[in-house]
C-alpha cells in the first residue's frame, strides 16, 4: 500500500530545532486529517464507496474518519444530484459545519446540474454554497474523486489564519446570504 | 426556495403533522418526536422520517420521499429511445446494466425484434454480475449500518473486479449504458471471458469468508432477526417486489415465471425467506448471489456461437465496406440513417 | 390446470359481468387493455381482484397519462394489475376531461395505491377522491403546477453553462 509522504515545511534548523510560522504547521496537521462530511445522495456516493472501500482506501490520505456530523467535520463532500428540495438541505448542513471548512462538489450534478437540466434539479450546488473544489465526471472514477480531496488538501495546507476573516471571503459568503 | 415544513414543524413551534393528523397536546405531552434524515447515514437513498415514538418503539413514522427527483420521466419524453438508455443507468445505479437492459427489451418487443441466442446469453452474463454487484452493496452496507465495517471492506474488492468487467465490455463502471438496442457493439473480448471465469472461480471464496463473518454473528442477528417483519400478505398489498417480497415468504420470481432472456434454458434455485425480516432479506440476497455465480458458470460454458446483435436490415447498418462498394449497402445505409 | 385464464378468458368474464361499463376492450403485445369509465373504474378493479378465479390480487402500476390532443378526454389514470397465481398481467384504462380531474381512490383495495396515487396527483394534478393523505411526495410543496403536463417545460432555465447555438436552437 502506497503511504503519501507529505514534505516538512520551509523551516529554519539548527540542532534540535527548527523555526517555521505557525500556519503552516496547523496547515499541515489539518490537511492530514481531514474528516470528511459525505453527502451522498445519488450515483456518485456508490462511486465514493468504492473510494472508501479497500481497493482505492481513501484512508492512505488521512481521511478515514467519515464525521457524519456537520459539527466536527471539515469538508463537506457533495456527491450526486441535489434536487431543489434538498437545496435548503444541504445550505442548512453547511451553515452547520464550524469554521474553516471546505466543499468539494463531485461528479457533474453536483457541479452544474449534469444531464439533469429539469424542474427539479439544482444546477449546481454552488447556487446555494461556496464550492472550493469541482470534480468532474458522471460519476468520476475513484481515482478523480482522490484527485479532488489531493487538492482539497492543497488548498488546506497553503491556507493562511487571515483568509476566514479577509473582507473578500465576507464578500463571498455574504453573496450566498450567509453571515 | 422551499422550506423544509416539516422539519420547521418539529423545531419551531408545537404543531406537528404525522400522516395527515394533527397531533394533539396529549400526543405531544405523552410521546418523543423525532427528525430522522433527510441527511441521517441510515436513510440510505435520501428520505426523511418524523418518528412517533414511545421511548424508542416507533408508533407512527411520516416519511418524505423526493429528495432525489430527478424527473426522468419528462426527460424521457423528449428523447429519442437510444438516448433513453444513459438516463436509465442512473436509476438503480447500484446495478445499471439490469436497468439497460430492461429498457433495451422493452423497445426491442416494441418494435419487434427478435434477439439472436448468444446475445441472450451474453446479456444473462452481464445482468447477474450486475445483481451480485448490486447485492454486495446491499448486503455489505446493513453489515455496516449495524456495526460490522470489515465485511464491507473484504467484498468490495471483488465489486470492483465486476466492475473491471463492465469497463472490459463498455468502458465505463457505474453508469455503464452497456450494449445497444439490438444486441451489443461488439462481442465479449477474450480478456472479459478470462476475467469472468476468473470471478466465477475466487468470488465464493470471499463470499464464504464474508457469510461467516457476519450471518451467524450474534450481534448482526441480534440486530436484524425479527426487525421491520413484513408479512406475505402485507408484501403483496404494498406492492412489494424481488428479493423484498421473497423474504416475506412468496415464491415469485419474473425469471421463471416469465422468461425472459433465455432465462428458462437455466438451472437455478429461488430463495424464499420466512419472516420477512431484515434478517431474511439479508439472507436471501445471500442466496442470490450463489445462484446468480451458478447461472453465469451455466452461461459461460454454454454460451452459443451467432451474431452479437440482431441482424435486422430495416435498424442494423450495413458494414462500412457494403455501403462503399455496393449500391444496394448504401441504399440500406440512407434508408436507415435518413428515414428512421 | 383445467380453467387456464388467458386473455379471452378474461375478456368474455368481464364483459359478461360489466356489459355497460365496458367502452372497449384490446390487446397489444399479448396484453389485455380494458377501458372503462371512471364511475365503474373502482368495482371493476376490486371484483378483478376478488374474483376466484382471475384473483389480480398485484397492484404493479398506477400512472396518470396526458394527451392534450384527446378534446374531453385530455386525462387518463392507467393500472396494471398482476394475478401471481394464474401470471396474468392486464391494464385497466381510464379517460376523463383535464377540467374535471377526479377520480376515486383505490387505496382501500392495494394500500400500494396510496403513493402511486400521491405520485399521479403530484405529476399530472388528478385529485383522488377517499385518499387518506392526498398530499405532493416528489415535487416541492410550494413548486405550484403540476409538472408532466404536456404544457410545462422540461428545463430549469437557470442553467448558465448551456449556450442554445450547441443545441440548435
Known sequence: ?179 | MAENKNIEKISGNNKVIINGQLQTDADLSQYNYLNLGPTHPATHGIFQNVLKMDGEVIIEAQPTIGYIHRAFEKLAEHRPFYQVTPITDRMNYCSSPINNIGWYLTVEKLIGVEMPKRVDYMRVVIMELARIADHIVCNSVIAVDTGALTGFLYVFQWREKIYEIYEEICGARLTTNIGRIGGFERDFTPAVIDRINDLVKHLPKALKEFEKMVMRNRIFMDRTIKVGGISAERALAYGFTGPNLRAAGVDYDVRVMTPYCSYEDFAFDIPVGTQGDTYDRFCVREEEMWQSLRIIEQAMKNMPDGNYFADVPEFYLPPKEDVYNTMEGLIWHFKIVMVK | MDNKVDNALIESLVQEQFPDAIRGIEEHYGMLDIITRRENSVEILQWLKEHSLLQFNFLTSLCGMHFPDNAGEELSVVYHLHSFSNNVRIRVHIFFPINDPVVRSITHIWPAANWMERETFDFFGIKFTGHPDLRTILNMDNLGYHPLLKQYPLEDGTRTDKEDKYFGR
Request: a negative charge; glycine letters at 8%.
Open chain 1, 1 to 179: 500500500m502506497a503511504v503519501v509522504q507529505t514534505d516538512a515545511p520551509e523551516m529554519y534548523t539548527g540542532e534540535g530545532f527548527g523555526l517555521t510560522r505557525l500556519e503552516k504547521i496547523v496547515g499541515l496537521a489539518r490537511a492530514n486529517s481531514i474528516w470528511p462530511l459525505p453527502f451522498a445522495t445519488s450515483c456518485c456516493g456508490i462511486e465514493f464507496m468504492a473510494t472508501m472501500a479497500s481497493t482505492y482506501d481513501l484512508a492512505r490520505f488521512g481521511s478515514e474518519r467519515l464525521s457524519f456530523s456537520p459539527r466536527q467535520a471539515d469538508l463537506l463532500m457533495v456527491m450526486g444530484t441535489i434536487a431543489k428540495k434538498m437545496g435548503p438541505i444541504l445550505k442548512q448542513v453547511y451553515l452547520q459545519m464550524a469554521e474553516p471548512r471546505w466543499v468539494i462538489a463531485v461528479g457533474a450534478c453536483a457541479s452544474s446540474g449534469g444531464i439533469f437540466d429539469t424542474y427539479s434539479v439544482l444546477q449546481g450546488i454552488d447556487k446555494v454554497i461556496p464550492v472550493d473544489v469541482y470534480v468532474p465526471g458522471c460519476p468520476p472514477p475513484p481515482e478523480a474523486i482522490l484527485d479532488g480531496i489531493l487538492k482539497i488538501q492543497e488548498l488546506v495546507k497553503h491556507e493562511t489564519f487571515r483568509r476566514r476573516n479577509s473582507e473578500e471571503y465576507k464578500a463571498l459568503l455574504a453573496g450566498y446570504g450567509i453571515d
